[in-house]
């Protein structure tokens, strides 16, 4: 009886609140029907009468309490307005109601903050819009911070209330089945607070994203990190599908930045204070200190508190948060701001607008007035999406309107489950299409959907200090970071991540530098540092074994190096030096197998002499290198001055056979020139051969006297004596080098030539030389390994044919040790590989890396690496063979091939100029009748060409007088050369010769042919006489050949 009164007190009080709401919000008269409200009789639910309400104010949303104690237990769940002429009405017209879901957790900041938005976009869309005819009806369920709860509820309101749409859920695991139930529904399931990407369209695609998706901050994140240079970042997320959504993302983009994700730490959403401090615990025995913190507002009010009370809110740590925690900033209490002074963090960018700040002040006094409690309240970006979303769907209800807007119900069977007995929305399809079309600018940017989703136009970056966050910068896809925001297209402007870009920051420890991303942790082991144990060259790596305490003594070269180089790094490294040896204390494996073993986590790093290569920084980082680099041969060494054909080394064959072939062309190319028109060219054949071969090769000293007549040939000698002058001056250039510069030579020089013999070559054992080996073609069975200078030495004395090498192949660095301790004796060919060098071994993507190699630049550049060079190598300089030996290079054919392709242009073109000449002069015989076959045209044709050309012994005759009347031994005469037939062949009238030429000169003859036969016994004879008063003289026909008849008259002028 007494629970009974107590129920009925209870419905009263229920009822009088409405009453009071009602009256509050409504100035119009409404009916309002309250549901679900029964007294324990099951009465019918109660009617009010209202006072008038705005027209635009159709549903009460809000949770209302009812006895007066500020709780929320008490809650009208489903309010609908009714007017006197039925649900509403604008200017005689019925309003149509359009019925729509609401499912959040009121008991978040989220779904406080998205609740109260979603009533004030209702308001504001309505105020807005009067004229529009539908109303939504919202069905408003809370959710309890439950995802089983949550599901319910959107099943009660797809089964019973049949709304068209539903607004949430508001986590992402609730969402993603409401999202598959809405396909099965036809509903459109939006919501404006599940960010992880694991839900989409694509999966689900009546689910809607009205914000953004987790995973568009991705580079944001990874922009900020590549800009401040931090190798390695651990990934802190809570363990729910909104912290576990994002995280593959995450990973991948750090792998695209070569940014190491070394672990993981995963915080369930209960968890205690003891649980999250043990976590933070075993975070701090690890060297990353850069830290992402992927997690919900209700977890990060207890995670930061305790990460400051761990001491990890410090210098040297970086904390970055992503923007769903960093959009709820201003609604956590000032203690847990404290807690997190140095965070950096990234939320949406919205606009400033005129309507946001109006919005602002009317959502901060209403939300204050709701919730008293709250120390600070803005609205985050989740309230403006709320705000946002429920404006888009009251945009897609007018234009989707409520014809249809009924459920087909499938038909039932026995047993049938809840889910079975659900109907399919007739109108849902066009809903959710009017949402993917809707456009408007909204207050939290445009509201316009791209995949089912909002899309990103800027991050802004900020960075918590004081009692609230400071901008810094902002991030954009197109811009990256930038200082100041541009959302205009700029060709000029490229994509940037430099935090030059960026504003100061005020790190954790209220500190102003940029925190290096890692440090050694206090109290962790020591660093196993693994080391070579050498057979030979011990002076880079030395391991002894300590006989009192029997521990491993490891000195040398390389070991000093690291020794200095970890002294010059400005903060404490512990380490131990572990040999990598086997139980009969020799090295346990070759190089590669020890820098394996970094890839495997047995040893921390590699110190000792280990060569950078390519395919073993696939598996590890190297750091700089800091010796030389390269590997090159080592060969015994001769003296080269003996050898008795030396003056043949200066062109290679190829050279020597060309230069002759051209030398014998271009005499050949002169004699076709000059054989019709000099008889310098004429005679025996033999003698014509003589001549040519003469002619040519004279030219190499330039001792060639025969004229030349044709023009064509003098172009062709110019060119030839250019080539010739090179190519001599070349020779006696290299030749002087090889018999003054070069003293010794190596037997070897050319590692062709060792594969061609079949000689035996050496390395050094364990070394990667030998793979190297195997590449350039060597034949596995002569490579011979050795492991001390001392047996390359005897196997270089030896030879490969008396069971010893040819040459050896190994680095640089030790070859010069080698060649210090046997100078003389050997020189260095090569390089025959180039490596980067001798470097130190850390693990892939290691922070320690950047440090240790700006490190080695400090000591390698310094006076300490000089000191260490010489207390393990001595003064290598004093060895003057410890380098390459100086050679001469043999002249190639290569080096001259554009001149002889010149000089051989210009041959063969003087050449067809002159035949083609030839043949067209003498092209009657090839008309002529008189020859019957090519064959015997072809031999008229030589013999034409072998015949003396008329017109050039004309030429030359003439030329010969007139220089013999140039000499001034006529006075005015006229000669007149005859044939023995009487033809006139040449008449010359000379000038008055000067009275000192002497009688006594000797007579001079120039060869003539007369008669054709190419033979030079005719000559003219130019015989002068004191004798002869009236100054005549004669010029004589002097006849060699006795069968050939010849006269010659000269007339003196005043005699004709």
């Known amino acids: 009886m007494r629970l009974a009164v107590y129920v009925m007190l209870w419905i009263r009080l229920v009822i009088s609140q409405a009453i009071s709401v009602v009256s509050k919000y409504l100035s119009k008269q409404y009916w309002v029907a309250v549901k679900w409200m029964t007294a324990p009789n099951a009465q019918t639910p109660v009617g009010i009468r209202g006072a008038e309400a705005p027209t635009h104010v159709n549903a009460l949303q809000s949770p209302d309490n ?25 200017n005689g017209v019925g309003l149509a109601e359009f019925k729509a879901g609401v499912v959040l957790d009121f008991e978040t900041l989220v779904g406080k903050m998205g609740l109260s938005c979603i009533r004030m976009g209702l308001e504001d869309f309505y105020a807005a819009h009067t004229d529009y005819t539908t109303r939504l009806s919202l069905h408003i369920r809370d959710s309890k911070n439950d995802v089983v709860v949550a599901a319910s509820a959107a099943l009660d309101l797809l089964k019973n209330v049949e709304v068209q749409a539903i607004i949430g859920p508001q986590k992402s695991a609730a969402a993603d089945f409401v999202a598959k139930v809405g396909v099965k529904t036809q509903v459109p399931i939006i919501s404006f607070s599940a960010t992880s990407p694991s839900l989409s369209s694509s999966r689900a695609p009546y689910f809607i994203r009205t914000a953004q998706n987790d995973s568009s901050q991705v580079k944001a994140i990874t922009a900020i990190v590549q800009a401040f240079a ?30 190491q994700v070394p672990f993981r730490s995963v915080i369930p959403l209960q968890a205690t204070d003891d649980q999250i401090l043990r976590e933070l615990y075993k975070l701090m025995t690890r060297q990353t200190r850069v830290f992402v913190v992927h997690i919900s507002s209700s977890l990060a009010v207890r995670f930061f508190p305790k990460v400051k009370e761990a001491g990890m809110m410090s210098t040297d740590y970086v904390w970055i948060i992503t923007d769903g925690l960093t959009d709820l900033l201003d609604l956590m209490g000032s203690s847990v701001i404290d807690s997190m002074q140095g965070v950096l963090g990234l939320k949406p960018y919205v606009a400033k607008s005129k309507d946001l700040d109006d919005f602002t002040v009317r959502w901060k006094r209403k939300f204050r007035q709701e919730n008293p409690d709250a120390e600070r309240v803005e609205p985050s970006i989740f309230g403006l999406w709320a705000y946002d979303t429920v404006w888009a769907l009251a945009m897609a209800a007018e234009r989707v309107g409520t014809a249809n807007s009924h459920f ?10 809840e889910l079975e007995t659900l109907g399919v929305s007739q109108v849902g399809p066009k809903l959710l299409d009017a949402i993917l079309k809707t456009e408007f600018h909204g207050l939290s940017s445009e509201f316009r959907l791209i995949n089912g989703e909002l899309q990103p136009l800027a991050f802004q970056i900020v960075n918590v200090m004081g009692k609230g966050a400071r901008e810094i910068g902002f991030w954009t896809p197109t811009y990256g970071i930038s200082r100041n925001l541009n959302l205009n297209t700029d060709p000029e402007k490229t994509y940037s991540a430099s935090k030059d870009d960026l504003a100061p920051v005020f790190w954790p420890g209220e500190s102003t530098s940029v925190p290096k991303g890692w440090m050694i942790p206090t109290g962790e082991k020591k660093m196993r540092i693994g080391v070579p144990v050498k057979y030979g060259f011990r002076e880079f790596v030395k391991v002894e074994q300590d006989s009192r305490t029997n521990a491993s003594i490891v000195t040398g070269f390389s070991i000093d190096v690291f020794k200095a180089v970890i002294e010059t790094l400005p903060y404490a490294v512990p380490y131990e030096l572990i040999p990598f040896k086997g139980p009969d204390e020799h090295m346990a494996g070759s190089y590669n197998d020890l820098v394996y073993q970094v890839h495997l986590q047995k040893y921390d790093a590699v110190a000792g002499d280990i060569t950078i290569t390519a395919n073993r920084s696939s598996y590890v980082d190297f750091t700089l290198p800091y010796t030389e680099s390269g590997v090159s041969m080592v060969a ?8 008795a054909w030396i003056f043949l080394k200066p062109l290679t064959r190829d050279l020597w056979l060309v230069s002759w072939a051209f030398f014998i062309f271009t005499g050949f190319v002169v004699w076709v020139l000059e054989h019709s028109i000099n008889s310098e060219f004429r005679g025996p054949a033999s003698e014509q051969l003589g001549m040519t071969m003469w002619f040519s090769f004279s030219t190499l000293v330039f001792a060639n006297k025969e004229r030349v007549v044709s023009n064509l040939s003098r172009f062709v000698l110019i060119i030839w004596f250019f080539v010739v002058l090179v190519l001599t001056s070349s020779y006696t250039a290299s030749l002087t080098s090889m018999l003054t510069v070069e003293r010794l030579q190596p037997t070897v020089t050319d590692v062709a030539e060792l594969i061609k013999n079949g000689d035996y070559v050496g390395y050094q054992r364990t070394s ?13 069975s002569k490579l011979r390994a050795y492991g001390t200078p001392e047996e390359f030495d005897e196997a270089l004395i030896n030879g490969s044919k008396n069971g010893g090498v040819s040459a050896i192949f190994h680095e640089v660095p030790y070859i010069k040790l080698f060649l210090s301790k046997y100078c003389g004796k050997y020189s260095m060919v090569g390089p025959i590989h180039p490596t980067a060098g001798f470097g130190f071994v850390f693990p892939k993507g290691s922070p320690l890396v950047p440090d240790v190699s700006r490190a080695i630049l400090n000591v390698t550049q310094g006076d300490r690496m000089v000191t260490i060079q010489k207390a393990w190598f001595g003064d290598q300089t004093t060895c003057v063979n410890q380098g390459p030996t100086v ?19 210009a041959s063969i073109s003087a050449l067809t100029i002159f035949l083609a000449f030839f043949l067209f002069k003498n092209r009657g015989i090839f008309t002529n009748a008189q020859y019957d076959s090519i064959w015997e045209r072809f031999i008229a044709i030589v013999k034409r060409f072998d015949q003396m050309d008329d017109s050039a012994d004309r030429s030359r005759m003439i030329e010969s007088i007139i220089t013999l009347l140039d000499l001034g031994l006529f006075t005015t005469c006229c000669c007149r050369m005859m044939a023995p037939n009487g033809q006139t062949l040449v008449r010359i009238e000379g000038v008055e010769a000067p009275t000192h030429v002497n009688a006594a000169q000797s007579p001079m003859s120039i060869p003539y042919d007369t008669d054709g036969n190419n033979a030079p016994e005719d000559e003219i004879s130019y015989v002068h006489s004191d004798a002869s008063p009236s100054g005549e003289g004669t010029i004589q026909l002097r006849n060699m050949n006795p069968n050939t008849a010849l006269s010659t008259q000269i007339v003196d002028e005043n005699q004709r």
Do not use: C
């Not at 709780?71 to 309010?79: H, L, M, N, Y």
């Not at 087909?408 to 489950?417: F, H, L, R, V």
């Not at 990667?768 to 596995?780: I, P, S």
């Not at 001259?896 to 392709?901: A, K, N």
């Open 408 to 417: 087909q119900k499938p038909k039932t069977i026995e047993n049938s489950t």
């Open 768 to 780: 990667f030389v030998f793979g190297l080996l195997k590449e350039m073609k060597f034949d596995e």
């Open 636 to 643: 015994p060494m001769r003296e080269d001055r003996k050898n």
């Open 230 to 259: 931090w190798r390695e970042v651990v990934l802190i997320y809570e363990d729910t599908d909104y912290g576990t959504g994002v995280i593959p993302y995450l990973t991948d983009a750090f792998q695209d930045i070569n940014t």
């Open 66 to 90: 009812t006895d007066g104690n500020a709780a929320p237990e008490d809650k009208i769940s489903d309010v609908h307005l009714f007017s006197k002429w039925g649900f509403s009405q604008k």
């Open 887 to 905: 050679t001469s290079q043999r002249l190639a054919l290569d080096s001259f091939s554009g001149l002889f392709l010149i000089t051989g242009f």
